[in-house]
């Protein structure tokens, strides 16, 4: 009986993240790309018609380079 409520336990926190993950994503982004020269204004647009046109690949995206 405990394996079956750890389990449901992280099916719901898994589902709770998802759902959270996706909400931010969808209304956040869009929100903000109204303005024409934000960040999320590129998102919205520049990253999305790249991704679009290289079968969801953005290769701007690929190498992700940090100060140190």
Do not use: R
Not at 1 to 9: D, K
Not at 31 to 43: C, D, E, I, V
């Amino acid at each position: 009986m405990p394996m079956l409520t750890l389990a449901v336990q992280f099916f719901l926190g898994l589902l709770y993240t998802d759902a959270g993950e996706w909400l931010v994503h969808k209304y956040i982004p869009q929100a903000l790309g109204n303005k024409p020269y934000s960040f999320h204004a590129y998102y919205l647009y520049e990253h999305h018609a790249v991704c679009a046109s290289n079968s969801m690949l953005d290769p701007g995206c690929q190498k992700l380079t940090l100060p140190t």
